[in-house]
């Protein structure tokens, strides 16, 4: 593809010279199975269009493959243009292999983010344990406390019985 701006000045030259219609246009581009409107086939033929900007795969391609040999514009790239193409083309395929990392990345968090969860789910079923053991040497202990404390009471009253038969026996 060369510059855009050429391109459009060559689309008008070859509608001038034939004196082609846009509905010749249209004819010839549904010949090669392709589909614009009449507004903007108008748009690309209005005056200063090759100042205006246009996508070219959807607008300028398919009117220059109906009027121009299409292979000879996009094989007589500038430099430039062939510098920018492998460049994109660079870009195109690193964004490829960054969309795989990111793929990988999130079925490594997936993975992760499962053990962490198995983890965490044997450590609350662990420390349920430990509260339900902790719970049950609680009871057992708050039991031995209350038997203890029933054996003072039962030895306080029987002291307080033998001083009381002491003082009532002198």
């Known amino acids: 593809m060369s510059n855009t701006n050429d391109i459009i000045l060559r689309l008008k030259a070859v509608r001038n010279e034939k004196n082609l219609s846009y509905g010749d246009i249209m004819k010839l581009m549904e010949k090669n199975g392709d ?40 094989s007589a790239d500038s430099p430039d243009i062939s510098a920018m193409k492998s460049l994109l083309q660079f870009k195109i395929h690193r964004i490829e292999e960054l969309e795989k990392e990111i793929i990988n990345m999130r079925m490594g968090y997936q993975e992760e983010s499962l053990r962490l969860h198995e983890k965490m789910e044997r450590e609350r ?11 049950a040497e609680l009871q057992r202990k708050e039991q031995r406390i209350d038997t203890l404390l029933e054996a003072l009471l039962a030895k306080d009253l029987r002291y307080d019985d033998i001083v009381l038969n002491q003082k009532e026996g002198k």
């Open 125 to 135: 079923e662990q420390a349920q344990k430990n509260i339900d053991y902790f719970k």
């Open 35 to 74: 589909y614009l409107s009449k507004s903007t086939i108008s748009r690309i033929f209005a005056d200063n269009s090759e100042n205006q900007t246009f996508r070219y795969n959807e607008t300028i391609r398919p009117i220059a493959k109906a009027l121009l040999d299409i292979e000879n514009i996009e």
